[in-house]
């Protein structure tokens, strides 16, 4: 045993893990790097899971762009492609890439508050997750979709007065960045708006020795 400067005693044996300050019997503060490694192990797997279950919201993603894009009809005649009802609007070949961003910004919104919602898991891993599982979502949910709604090949382009309808495409490949910019957004939104520095997050105890 040995005394400080300001009076207090401290135990000078190597055998225990922590020094004990003798007048409050309470163990030292434990290193921040050993329980942020222990905290980054124990995210590992919800944040494999967050990825694998947004990624598996691409399908539903994929068939909710599917349904709500607008499709134009064409009639095949014996020298033409002629719309049905008249020239199709111009707009209608955009919507594809305006109803797409929509669909995966508002999967994005969700995703981001129920992966804040989960205190347990809060934090950088889970964010990263968040994001690379948004971004499997969209590229599901393209491929998805222009697999479901592929165009009219070219035996149906052939039959003389049959009906046709246009293919389901994405124009604009950047679209896939909305799912996962909403999502953080929203993750980082509210933690900006948590006073707590450690986001809320619950502690696990730490046994004493």
Known sequence: MRASDNGRVHSSTS??????VAETGHLAVRPARAAGL????????????TVLALAATGLLAG??????????????????????????????????????ICVLAGFGLVAGLV???????????????????????????????????R???????????????????????????????VAVLTYLVAASLTTEEDLGRPHDEVPAE
Do not use: I, K
């Open 115 to 149: 992966v804040w919602l989960q205190r347990r898991w809060r934090g950088p891993l889970v964010l990263t997750a968040l994001a690379t599982g948004m971004l499997a979502a969209g590229v599901v949910a393209w491929q998805l979709g222009e697999w479901l709604g």
């Open 151 to 181: 165009g009219p090949t070219e035996q149906e382009l052939s039959e003389v007065g049959a009906t046709v309808s246009t293919g389901l495409g994405l124009g604009a490949s950047a679209a896939l960045a909305v799912g996962p910019f």
């Open 63 to 100: 068939g909710l762009w599917l349904w709500l894009a607008p499709r134009a009809d064409y009639r095949v005649t014996a020298t033409d492609v002629v719309p049905v009802g008249g020239t199709a609007p111009a707009e209608l070949f955009m919507a594809d890439d305006g109803v797409f």
């Open 38 to 49: 222990r905290n980054a192990r124990a995210d590992l797997r919800p944040a494999l899971l």
């Open 15 to 20: 055998t225990g893990p922590l020094p004990v």
